[in-house]
């Protein structure tokens, strides 16, 4: 039986962009990887896939109880190590946490895990995006303890916690099985920051190959082939799934007293990750 290395993050910090990284590193296409296969073979998966379920309840989704999606989770955890020999890779956005006597994490399933931190105050604005709700209502939600987005297409439900849970849960405990990485980071030194991924999975990535895979996955390219052919994951209230893929966009969207109020809601995770503005 296989084990699975973990993607986690909150929505919108750019678990997509790292899966997509990973495909065109692992595969290493002459030509960028499609998005629409970041899902194919055994490479990378989502804990959250509607089909992993149903193989152990084959019942109307719709009928299946909060509980029950949280009685299936942690087998649907070993069913996806089994799936191969060796390990693959697995978004989450599940915090790590006990839920209802439960946790959310199959921990025996798991050799380790990759977290994405992106600045709150950009989440914000991309999360409400995607939620199709105004940047108010996505500001209560980043600060809602033991929140759960609801069932989505053909994802089922994903225990979030707040935005604060959701770091602390995955990067508050620092070992050797862990590895964090900032959005930011990413963005600003893309050659440090996969980099040093590489080094953490022991992944030989020679710099030509290196850059190959942080060029076929770029915002630019990604955006681009968005524009070619509709991205599956896009939620029905987003015009693009790809947004704008920038850092500090915060500035001139959030008011002061928005801006104010994540801080307040998140601050100590925030001042972890240097991400608490001057003045507040």
């Known amino acids: ?30 030509e960028p990887l499609p998005l629409n296969q970041l899902g194919g073979g055994n490479l990378t998966t989502s804990d959250s896939g509607l089909h992993w379920y149903r193989a152990l309840d084959p019942r109307e989704p719709g009928t299946w109880s909060a509980d029950e999606i949280a009685a299936m989770r942690l087998k649907v955890h070993e069913n996806i190590a089994a799936t191969v020999p060796g390990s693959i890779f697995c978004k989450t956005h599940c915090a790590l946490f006990e839920l209802n006597g439960r946790m959310t994490v199959n921990v025996a399933s798991s050799a380790g895990a990759i977290y994405i931190v ?47 849970q959701n770091v602390e849960s995955w990067t508050g405990n620092p070992n050797p099985a862990l590895h964090v990485v900032r959005y930011e980071d990413m963005l600003d030194q893309p050659v440090t920051a996969f980099g040093g991924l590489t080094k953490f999975l022991g992944v030989p ?65 925030m001042s972890r990750f240097g991400y608490i503005p001057d003045g507040f």
């Open 1 to 30: 039986m296989g084990k699975i290395v973990w993607l986690a993050s909150y929505p919108k910090s750019g678990n997509t962009w790292m899966r997509a990284f990973l495909h065109n590193l692992f595969r290493n296409p002459e």
């Open 205 to 269: 990535a020679p710099p030509d190959r290196l850059e190959k895979a942080i060029q076929h996955a770029s915002f630019d390219e990604l955006r681009t082939q968005e524009d070619r052919a509709e991205f599956t994951e896009r939620s029905p209230s987003q015009e693009r799934f790809f947004r704008s893929g920038k850092s500090g966009e915060w500035r001139d969207k959030l008011s002061d007293d928005e801006v104010a109020r994540i801080v307040g809601d998140h601050r100590e995770q």
């Open 118 to 164: 992106r600045n709150p105050l950009d989440v914000a604005l991309s999360f409400a995006d995607y939620l199709g709700v105004e940047v108010d209502i996505a500001i209560k939600v980043l600060g809602e303890r033991f929140f759960e987005l609801p069932r989505n297409g053909d994802a089922v439900t994903s225990p979030l916690g707040s935005w604060s």
